[in-house]
Nanobody, 124 residues
């Protein structure tokens, strides 16, 4: 079992930055692909980025290309999502997830464990 706890969300003006954290407990994240998803009101959960267990990262290029960066600190058992140049359309609840698979990490169904989410609100 893996427990995931997100933090770092909040209210920020358009053009600002935030760094989300996802602290894992119960198992080491070195054996998991760690992903970030988001869900805006009335919309489906959307893939944002993933740090793959095999190395490298996957991004939803259309929405976050060049603005968001996913990275992990295995020593702290934590994965991060650095978000720059935020836009009002980035407003959503952001979820962290862990997958034991070896895929790209972009599909909701790949993930075994989910956090409770953290709210990000970007004002215009």
């Amino acid at each position: 079992q893996v427990q995931l706890t997100e933090s770092g969300g909040g209210l920020v003006q358009a053009g600002g930055s935030l760094r989300l954290s996802c602290a894992a407990s119960g198992r080491t994240i070195t054996t998991y692909t760690m992903g970030w998803f988001r869900q805006a009101p009335g919309k489906e959960r959307q893939f944002v980025a993933a740090s793959r267990r095999s190395g490298g990262s996957t991004y939803d290029s259309d929405s976050v290309k060049g603005r968001f960066t996913v990275f992990r600190d295995n020593g702290k058992n934590t994965v991060y999502l650095r978000m720059n140049t935020l836009k009002p359309e980035d407003t959503a609840v952001y979820y962290c997830a862990a997958s034991s698979g070896y895929g790209l990490g972009s599909m909701h169904r790949e993930y075994d464990y989910w956090g409770q989410g953290t709210q990000v609100t970007v004002s215009s």
